[in-house]
């Protein structure tokens, strides 16, 4: 056989390694997961994207993020879910590595982030009587890991949106069908209400950018479902992160006059719709009072003003990664075993200022930019969960995280590799001169 045949015949035999396992993952997985445990299936999890792996990386990316919600439903309080995220980083990082990686800015920055959030745990600057938080500690450091593959081999813009859709669709129905409940507010895959609500507000931020830009309106119907369930959740921190992701996906390419009157719609149903459904029966805060609400964000605002001063008093390591909650229970101040419902203020206070920077130089790499299409969808994707950060710690969860990761990488890939826009001002004299 001549050498162009070896070669042929090797391209031939990687397009089908390729594609089995993402046909077969999903079935395979189900099947098991039914009729013989988590345990079987994780192993052949594994081993349909340990093959992926080595021949399509980004494939191995969506498997993921269609796999993690089920996963997430199957075994909602186990380790079967991180154990599966972070073999398929560990995979995806270990085959970046022998194909030779380049020096990049992005991948210096979760390397840097990295190491940061990993100096705070291993050496906090307080002592506490409870040991170090490792498990919080690693789950970040999963999702920084799937943030670094998705930078190395970014998966299509419109696969990503497409996955994250019909994925956080499918959770949402099965909730609502199952109908589990926490006082008045839907509930389910081990998550509460509020990281319940995070999720959906990004799938359905994922199904409007579908619907717009690929101008088909069958995303619609996810929507509907997403968005359903995301009002069972009565979350208000996620009723507005949603309504950020959506101004940012309507409101990108629009002409000024329509932009105004865009965000003047949203604005208004952010501002009238939870009052207007507070006087229907259960209201948009279900089962809770005026005075449980008030009471709540008043614990909160006090979480968040310790938390404050933690990170002015330990601005370079902090006061070490997870240990805000046993701080806060020890503070004279607060009295209360209560984490800060706010992912930035988090890092600030447990890792210090120089982590809470690296992150925010990830995140204004990745959606600070003028972009379009599928891109523009991902943007407003990760909005929405750059606004949830405000009102909730989901970054150490792992199925609210990775759509967000993946997302975010394909972004930071396309900015370091997107040509510089042509010039929009008009032809020079001397240039029409030459024509």
């Given at each position: 056989m001549t050498d162009t045949g070896r070669r042929n015949l090797g391209s031939i035999a990687a397009v089908v390694i390729g594609r089995v396992p993402m046909l077969v993952a999903g079935p395979v997985a189900m099947y098991l997961v039914l009729l013989h445990g988590t345990l079987a299936a994780a192993a052949a999890v594994v081993v349909c994207l340990a093959l992926a792996v080595w021949t399509r990386p980004d494939v191995a990316q969506l498997m993921l993020l269609g796999l993690v919600p089920v996963a997430a439903a199957a075994d909602p309080e186990g380790t079967f879910l991180p154990t599966l995220v972070l073999g398929t980083v560990v995979l995806l990082l270990f085959r970046a590595v022998l194909s030779g990686v380049r020096p990049r800015l992005d991948v210096l920055?979760?390397?840097?982030?990295?190491?940061?959030?990993?100096?705070?745990?291993?050496?906090?600057?307080?002592?506490?009587?409870?040991?170090?938080?490792?498990?919080?500690?690693?789950?970040?450091?999963?999702?920084?890991?799937?943030?670094?593959?998705?930078?190395?081999?970014?998966?299509?813009?419109?696969?990503?949106?497409?996955?994250?859709?019909?994925?956080?669709?499918?959770?949402?129905?099965?909730?609502?069908?199952?109908?589990?409940?926490?006082?008045?507010?839907?509930?389910?895959?081990?998550?509460?209400?509020?990281?319940?609500?995070?999720?959906?507000?990004?799938?359905?931020?994922?199904?409007?950018?579908?619907?717009?830009?690929?101008?088909?309106?069958?995303?619609?119907?996810?929507?509907?479902?997403?968005?359903?369930?995301?009002?069972?959740?009565?979350?208000?921190?996620a009723f507005l992160a949603a309504g950020a992701g959506l101004a940012?996906?309507?409101?990108?390419?629009?002409?000024?006059?329509?932009?105004?009157?865009?965000?003047?719609?949203?604005?208004?149903?952010?501002?009238?719709?939870?009052?207007s459904l507070d006087s229907l029966e259960g209201g948009l805060t279900g089962s809770r009072t005026s005075a449980e609400l008030t009471a709540n964000s008043e614990v909160r605002k006090q979480a968040a003003l310790l938390a404050v001063h933690v990170a002015w008093d330990h601005p370079l390591r902090g006061i070490g990664y997870a240990m805000f909650p046993e701080f806060a229970r020890s503070s004279p101040s607060l009295g209360i075993y209560i984490n800060t419902h706010n992912d930035y203020l988090r890092l600030a206070a447990e890792s210090g200022l120089v982590t809470l920077a690296l992150l925010g130089a990830l995140l204004w790499r990745g959606l600070a930019r003028r972009l379009s299409g599928h891109h523009a969808t991902l943007q407003s994707l990760g909005v929405a969960y750059a606004v949830g950060l405000l009102f909730a710690n989901v970054l150490t969860n792992v199925v609210i995280s990775t759509p967000f990761w993946v997302s975010l990488g394909c972004l930071l890939a396309h900015g370091a590799h997107r040509k510089p826009a042509p010039s929009l001002s008009p032809p020079s004299r001397e240039s029409r001169k030459a024509e």
């Open positions: 920055l979760i390397l840097l982030l990295a190491c940061a959030v990993t100096v705070s745990c291993l050496l906090p600057q307080e002592s506490f009587l409870v040991g170090r938080q490792w498990k919080a500690c690693a789950l970040l450091l999963t999702g920084l890991g799937v943030l670094t593959a998705s930078v190395l081999a970014p998966p299509d813009p419109r696969r990503i949106a497409q996955v994250v859709a019909t994925s956080g669709a499918g959770v949402a129905a099965y909730l609502l069908v199952r109908g589990e409940y926490a006082s008045g507010r839907l509930t389910g895959l081990g998550l509460n209400p509020n990281y319940l609500g995070a999720a959906v507000s990004v799938s359905l931020v994922a199904g409007v950018g579908l619907a717009r830009f690929s101008r088909s309106w069958q995303w619609l119907v996810p929507v509907a479902v997403s968005a359903a369930a995301l009002l069972q959740t009565r979350s208000r921190g940012c996906v309507l409101l990108v390419d629009r002409p000024r006059r329509h932009k105004v009157l865009i965000a003047a719609a949203i604005l208004a149903a952010v501002t009238v719709l939870p009052g």
